[in-house]
């Protein structure tokens, strides 16, 4: 009932009129009671406002979830909400055990929304609360900036039919599939009609034994085309959404590339089964998780993790606004999926509640600087006037990475995404993802056309050269002396030393090898490091739980090394004090064995998947339903104990062991190799992009001493000195923040 203060004022002014007549009945005194002082109103209790479906300042279209909680004396039956000065307290659903409002409030205009929740008159309520809401229309970016502009549709080839306008949109659509009693995806083409009797059935993860279809939701979303998958029986009675157990899964697509199209997805993707080492969709979609992807998401597609990020945050409102509010999602996917989960972490906190990167790189731009510098040595190498450095021993020596003569890394890296850094082509058929190739970028017939970097992607990050019209580049070798670490170790000698480093060359502004060593856009490298465009441990990563898995390969010369785990632990050790919120895991390619041997390896990666995917769900459930504010410290504590660095041997013999440095094996034997600038003396953090540079230094290559012409070929080739690794890079600087816009 409301407190109402008017009335108990009344009342005891009533009994003091009545005190003072019996006093003057008895013979008392006549004179009037002394003044009362006013009570003064009591301030209303507080009502907390919260969205839910997305931060109260990036809502889209004209819709969010949200959150009303109220004191224990409040009646929620009394609780109105107002957007403005229209009621919308229908759209909530009261709970009662959580003392709170909850649910879809429409009506929200374009910019900003005030949203008031009171008990009682609004001149004096009992109980208040208030959020401002802002809204964003659908085709509007919310924080990452421009458009990529030229952009083409591919909704056609995603099976959509074709876009309705330049964002690329397209209808919602829904398809229902089935999984049968020998395994086999099967579309079900009536809904509601006779269901077939091969349809198999699966158990949650909540318990729910139900039929094993799927329902599958297409459309679009920020330009990039969406699938939601889950489990649907469209014939139960009153369902909404199946056996959805609330929780997200969004897988993020592989490789690099700078494309200029929306990119695209059919069912076939979304059901992948291809590949029998990776069965994490069907996985996912039999224990009840909703199963995403999106094409956006994949880094191949889209290089930009900022974009891939508002991607990611806006489908999250989708489901939070058409099917319920997630419990949490989380990310998974391997190597270029693997940077979008790490970067979207680190840079717009909570979008991730968790990430499972497979194949885990950091980022994009640190890690082009072992692809450039692989591409720089490996061109060098074939040249045929080099022919007598070109052995796998001088190789090694210089590259760090080395699979063997036949398939190295530096040779993998400059064929597979080499040409990343070209303007006029990229490393992607057709240049720069364009089928109308006039808006390609040629220096003398269009030099205003579309540059294909993986730079100029992110132009809305690190700006537009002015000189050029290049986006800044966060690129540089200068000073970097190659194979360092080696000629200390007597790997190589001087002479060859001196040779490589004095032919390595580097890149011109559109990419193409020239005889100067790159020098990187300072401010380039300003903003590269404080807005978040390179592996810094921070950010959100201090509190997200992460749990890497990796098959090693390194033998095969596959560029998805182990050192990246590490450079990545590293990172985390440096930013927050401790990296005790990663997991490391680390079994066998089933490429490294045959027949029988090799089924074991197969299902022993199924089975890690399996694993991961359990304890991920452990992890979050527990930090989902602690009430601690979320801390690095409340993440670890609540770590499964299972969670741990762990190998697997090649008979698929699992060894619980903290992940190992460079010097050490470890006991399942995976060597591990180094970038190239690791083996030129960079940190383990690998995230110098330009060093600070030095005075020669003879002291450098002990135990060798160079000659008096050694010493002056020297000077010649590092005219402005030589890296200081001991030093931080040229614009490092911590993160500016999260949630940053552009």
Avoid at 224 to 251: C, F, H, K, M, T
Wanted: hydrophobic content about 40%; some cysteine; proline content about 7%.
């Amino acid at each position: 009932m409301p407190f109402n203060v008017p009335k108990i004022k009344l009342r005891a002014i009533g009994l003091a009129v009545a005190a003072a007549a019996l006093l003057a009945a008895c013979g008392g005194s006549s004179e009037p009671p002394a003044p009362t002082t006013p009570a003064t109103p009591a301030a209303p209790l507080a009502l907390t406002l919260k969205a839910l479906s997305s931060p109260a300042d990036m809502v889209t279209g004209d819709s969010a979830v949200v959150e009303v909680a109220a004191p224990p004396e409040v009646d929620l039956s009394t609780i109105r909400v107002f957007v403005g000065d229209t009621d919308v307290t229908a759209g909530l659903t009261a709970d009662a055990a959580r003392q709170r409002l909850r649910g879809l409030v429409g009506g929200l205009a374009a910019g900003a929304n005030r949203l008031v929740a009171r008990v009682g008159e609004s001149a004096q309520p009992m109980a208040v609360g208030e959020l401002e809401l802002t809204s964003h229309a659908a085709s509007e970016p919310v924080f990452s900036g421009p458009h990529l502009q030229p952009f083409e549709c591919r909704t056609v080839n995603a099976g959509l039919g074709a876009a309705k306008d330049a964002d690329c949109s397209v209808d919602t659509t829904y398809d229902w599939f089935y999984f049968d009693t020998a395994g086999a995806r099967q579309p079900l083409a009536d809904p509601l009609g006779p269901r077939p009797a091969n349809v198999a059935t699966i158990t949650t993860i909540e318990g729910k034994t139900v039929p094993f279809i799927v329902r599958v939701e297409s459309g679009t979303i920020n330009r990039s085309i969406y699938r939601i998958a889950v489990l649907d029986d469209p014939q139960e009675p009153g369902r909404w959404n199946g056996a959805w157990n609330g929780r997200i899964v969004l897988r993020f697509g592989e490789s690099t590339a700078a494309q200029y199209n929306q990119g695209s997805n059919t069912f076939n993707d979304l059901f992948k089964v291809s590949d029998a080492t990776d069965p994490q969709n069907v996985l996912a979609l039999g224990r009840g998780f909703a199963y995403v992807m999106s094409s956006l998401n994949i880094n191949k597609v889209n290089v930009n993790d900022v974009v891939a990020a508002e991607t990611a945050m806006r489908i999250r409102e989708h489901i939070a606004k058409t099917y319920g509010v997630p419990r949490w999602m989380i990310g998974m996917g391997g190597s270029g999926g693997a940077i979008q989960q790490m970067l979207i972490a680190q840079n717009y906190p909570g979008v991730l509640d968790g990430i499972m990167p497979d194949a885990a790189f950091p980022d994009v731009f640190g890690t082009a600087l072992a692809v450039s510098d692989c591409r720089l040595l490996n061109r060098f190498f074939l040249r045929p006037e080099n022919a007598a450095l070109n052995t796998v021993a001088v190789r090694k020596a210089f590259e760090g990475h080395f699979g063997s003569a036949s398939a190295n890394t530096c040779a993998t890296w400059d064929a597979g995404n080499g040409d990343a850094v070209l303007a006029t082509s990229g490393s992607i058929s057709p240049a720069c993802g364009l089928t109308d190739a006039s808006k390609v970028y040629h220096p003398v017939t269009n030099p205003t056309g579309a540059r294909c970097t993986v730079y100029d992607i992110n132009v809305n990050t690190l700006g537009k050269d002015p000189f050029t019209g290049a986006a800044r580049r966060p690129l540089d070798n200068v000073g970097i002396q190659y194979g360092l670490d080696s000629l200390r170790k007597g790997a190589i000698t001087m002479a060859q030393f001196l040779d490589v480093n004095a032919g390595v060359g580097g890149f011109d502004t559109d990419g193409n090898i020239v005889a100067q060593r790159t020098v990187a856009d300072n401010e380039a490298l300003k903003r590269t490091y404080e807005m978040g465009r390179i592996g810094s441990g921070g950010g959100g990563l201090a509190t997200v739980p992460i749990l890497h898995m990796r098959a090693y390969a390194e033998p095969a010369g596959d560029i998805h090394t182990i050192y990246n785990d590490i450079k990545i632990r590293e990172q985390l050790r440096r930013a927050n004090g401790t990296a005790d919120n990663q997991v490391i895991w680390v079994l066998p390619h089933p490429g490294l064995a045959s027949g029988a041997a090799q089924l074991v390896l197969v299902q022993a990666l199924r089975d890690a998947f399996t694993l991961r995917l359990d304890l991920m769900t452990r992890w979050l459930d527990d930090i989902a339903t602690d009430p601690a504010p979320l801390t690095t410290e409340k993440v670890v504590r609540l770590k499964p104990a299972d969670a741990t660095d762990s190998c697997w041997k090649l008979d698929a013999t699992r060894v619980r062991e903290a992940a190992t440095g460079f010097d050490n094996p470890g006991a399942c034997g995976y060597a591990k190799t180094m970038p190239p600038r690791m083996v030129a003396g960079s940190p383990v953090s690998d995230d110098v992009i330009k060093c600070q540079l030095k005075p020669l230094d003879e002291a450098d290559y002990l135990p060798v001493v160079p000659t008096a012409a050694e010493r002056l070929r020297l000077a010649a080739i590092f005219p402005e000195g030589v890296c200081d690794y001991g030093r931080p890079g040229v614009g490092q600087a911590p993160l500016k923040g999260t949630w940053l816009r552009y």
